[in-house]
C-alpha cells in the first residue's frame, strides 16, 4: 500500500497505516532541517522510517518495535524499498545504540494509544485483525506516550525535535507529559488533537 513517497506491504503482523500517520509523516518533515539521525519508536511496518529514509536519504535511520513479527516485516519492507534502514527490535529506546544518546535530530513514533476498554468498541475488522499490541498501551492509553516523554529529553540533541500521533482524546494529559520538551499539541485535518511535538531544550 502506498504511504507517502514509498510502498509498504502489510499483513496482521502489523497495524495497518493510516491518513493521520501520512500527515504525521509530513509534520515531521517540515519541522526538521537536513537531519542526521532520526528515530521511529513503535515501527511496526516500517512505514515512518521508510519514508523518512527515502525523504532524507543521507540521514542514519533507526526503528524500533517491540513485536519480533512486526520487526521482521519492517525490514523486509526497508529491504525491498532498497533503503537502508536499521531496524531493531525491542522496547522503545532500549534497542538502540548507547552512542546515540544526546545525539539524535528527530524521534517519531505512532504508538499505542488506546485503552483496555477502547477494545472492545473497535470495529471487528480492526480488533479481530490488527495486533492488540499495536492498539492498547494499557488501562489509560497514554502509557507509552509517557514513557517516550519521559526518556526522550535524554536521547535528543539539544534542539531535537520528538513527533508523535495520540489518541483525540488524551491532548491535555499528553501536553502535560511532554512538558520538559515544551510539547505543543496539534489537530489534525478534521480539527482533532492528533499530535505532539516538543523539542529539546538548548
Ligand atoms: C499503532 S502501531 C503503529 C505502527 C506504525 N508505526 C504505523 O504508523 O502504522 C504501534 C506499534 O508499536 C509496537 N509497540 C507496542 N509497544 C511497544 C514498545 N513498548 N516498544 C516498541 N514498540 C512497541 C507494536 O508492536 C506496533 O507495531
New binding site residues.
Given amino acids: 500500500m502506498p504511504f507517502g513517497p514509498i510502498e509498504v506491504a502489510v499483513d496482521p503482523r ?5 491518513p493521520e ?1 501520512e500527515q ?1 509523516y509530513e509534520i515531521a518533515c517540515d519541522i526538521v532541517d537536513d537531519p542526521m539521525v532520526i528515530v ?6 516500517g ?2 522510517a521508510i519514508a523518512l529514509k527515502h525523504t532524507f536519504p543521507s540521514a542514519t535511520v533507526y526503528a ?4 519480533p513479527d ?1 520487526a521482521d516485516l519492517a525490514r523486509e519492507n526497508a529491504r525491498d524499498a532498497g533503503l537502508d534502514v536499521t531496524i531493531l527490535g ?3 529506546f532500549e534497542p538502540l545504540p548507547h552512542h546515540l544518546r544526546g545525539r539524535i535530530d528527530l524521534i517519531v ?5 488506546l485503552a483496555v476498554a477502547e477494545l472492545a468498541d473497535l470495529p471487528i475488522d480492526v480488533r479481530d485483525h490488527e ?1 492488540t ?3 492498547v ?1 494499557g488501562p489509560v492509553g497514554d502509557e ?1 506516550l509517557a ?1 517516550i516523554a519521559e526518556a526522550a529529553p535524554e536521547w535528543l540533541r539539544p534542539g531535537g525535535v520528538v513527533v508523535c ?1 495520540i489518541s483525540e482524546f488524551h491532548g491535555p494529559a499528553v501536553a502535560g507529559h511532554f512538558v520538559s520538551v515544551d510539547g505543543e499539541i496539534k489537530q489534525d485535518l478534521f480539527g482533532k488533537e492528533r499530535f505532539v511535538i516538543g523539542a529539546a531544550r538548548q
Fill in positions: 502489523v497495524l495497518v497505516p493510516r500517520t504525521l521511529d519508536l513503535c515501527t511496526g511496518s512505514n515512518l524500533t518495535d517491540i513485536s512486526a525491542g522496547d522503545l513514533s505512532n504508538p499505542p494509544y495486533p499490541v499495536a492498539l498501551a507509552v514513557r500521533e
